[in-house]
């Protein structure tokens, strides 16, 4: 709904399109609302409260506009409550709308609160009773967007079982009604639920199932961006770093097309990512100096390059910086929190195999204090290393050092013994065969 509708004290059609526009621009509200919200809040609280039957089409629609400048202008403000207290007082209005503009009109109430600071347990739970009002009035579209929100909520606050309990009979009614464009946003949102919880094979069916409902539909770019960027993350799981980097060049193309630049960082994060699991560091400073990465220089991009430097150096003691520096931008994402991991893992396997060449044996706190790490942590890396047996040699509690052995050789004679049996073996056979045909 335009706010240029606000304007309705002269009767619907009495005037022009134009005349409406040139009006929207001095509206006393807007102007209000500026310069004394507080008194602009209460004006629109007195229209708010109206109590208006079937047939007042004008009032209905002057209270419309003014509940809906109301809630824009508590969510400014910051009254939470107030707007929760707007969001319960008009269900009942909602009866004199279309159910259209209704739920239109109720949702936008629901994403302004949702939108604000707050708990993710107070969101939720609103969140739910407004599910379980829109099932009572059996307003079935109004419901469904509001779950999907209620599931966007729970796997942001990384409840993914109740997320997936909330999937699964939506996915049942939304196949029973043919929505398509709803089923790929929930299958893409159970892939997800499924990546985090490490049940990779579902995530990708999920994927698969999402991306064959949206052949057949228009897909926006922002849901093709979408599924792009869940291949790519199910891709890099699988190693494949090169088939994932192109996902998640046409995920950054496609939020970018789509002024999204949120979502468009975290594409270009991913990209980084890409190369420097490919031990292609040096190609990220590339990445980031080109024409559509340069407007996204900032923290998220700097921590990448923090990273890169690190794997570059092959430095165990910068990438412990890095994330120590920019840890709300590298461990909030899950899939870069375990790649990091394993980037940061194999960088610690790396460096201990170096510094324990030299010697045959060496004291665990002598590597611990060149490494720079704790002893207990440097202790179970070496034995994890020796079971693994990338190297070969014991720990030895006792006198807290670790002896290492020269590689054994192995013994040509033996091999050479066997392949001479086998081949007279093959030879005895076919004189056998022979003798049989002979006889």
């Known amino acids: ?17 134009k005349d409406r526009d040139e009006d929207n621009s001095e509206d006393p509200m807007d102007a209000l609302a500026v310069a004394n919200p507080a008194a602009a809040i209460e004006a629109l609280n007195k229209i708010a409260e109206e109590k208006l039957v079937a047939g007042e089409g004008s009032k209905i629609r002057k209270k419309e506009l003014a509940v809906s400048k109301l809630g824009h202008l508590l969510a400014k403000q910051g009254r939470a409550a107030d707007l929760h207290k707007l969001l319960l007082d008009t269900r009942g209005f909602l009866d004199l709308l279309s159910k259209a503009r209704g739920g239109q009109l109720f949702k936008t109430l629901l994403d302004l609160f949702l939108d604000m600071p707050s708990t993710h347990d107070e969101k939720i739970k609103v ?14 579209f109004l419901r469904q967007s509001l779950e999907i929100r209620l599931i966007q909520l729970l796997l942001t606050a990384k409840q993914f079982q109740p997320a997936l309990q909330q999937i ?63 291949s790519g993350i199910l891709h890099a799981q699988e190693k494949d770093f090169k088939t994932a980097y192109s996902y998640f060049y046409e995920a950054f193309e496609g939020y970018d097309g789509a002024s999204l630049p949120t979502h468009a960082i975290g594409g270009l994060k991913y990209m980084l990512l890409c190369k420097v699991m490919l031990n292609e560091a040096s190609d990220v400073n590339a990445v980031v100096s080109g024409k559509l990465a340069l407007r996204y220089n900032g923290r998220e991009i700097d921590s990448m390059r923090a990273v890169a430097a690190a794997s570059q150096h092959r430095s165990l003691a910068e990438l412990h910086t890095a994330l120590k520096d920019f840890a709300p931008e590298l461990t909030g994402d899950v899939a870069i929190a375990a790649h990091l991991d394993e980037l940061q893992d194999g960088l610690l396997q790396k460096n201990l195999a170096r510094i324990v060449e030299p010697f045959s044996c060496v004291e665990i706190s002598h590597v611990a204090e060149l490494i720079g790490l704790p002893h207990a942590l440097v202790e179970r890396k070496l034995s994890q290393m020796i079971l693994d047996q990338q190297l070969s040699g014991i720990l030895d509690q006792g006198r807290g050092c670790l002896s290492l052995f020269e590689p054994a050789k192995s013994d040509a004679t033996y091999e050479a013994a066997l392949a001479t049996i086998q081949q007279s073996g093959s030879v005895v056979d076919a004189l056998y065969k022979r003798a049989q045909k002979i006889c």
């Open 127 to 140: 969140c739910t009773e407004c599910i379980e009002w829109t099932q009572s009035e059996k307003r079935t």
């Open 1 to 17: 709904m335009s706010d240029d509708e606000m304007e309705v004290d002269v009767p619907a059609g009495a005037r022009g399109g």
């Open 168 to 230: 699964h009979p939506m996915l049942r009614e939304l196949k029973r009604l043919d929505d398509k464009s709803l089923l790929v946003d929930v299958h893409l949102m159970e892939s997800r639920a499924y990546y985090a919880l490490s049940n990779y094979p579902r995530a990708r069916a999920a994927l698969v199932a999402a991306r064959s409902t949206a052949n057949g539909i228009y897909c926006p770019p922002r849901l093709q961006a979408s599924l792009d960027l869940q």
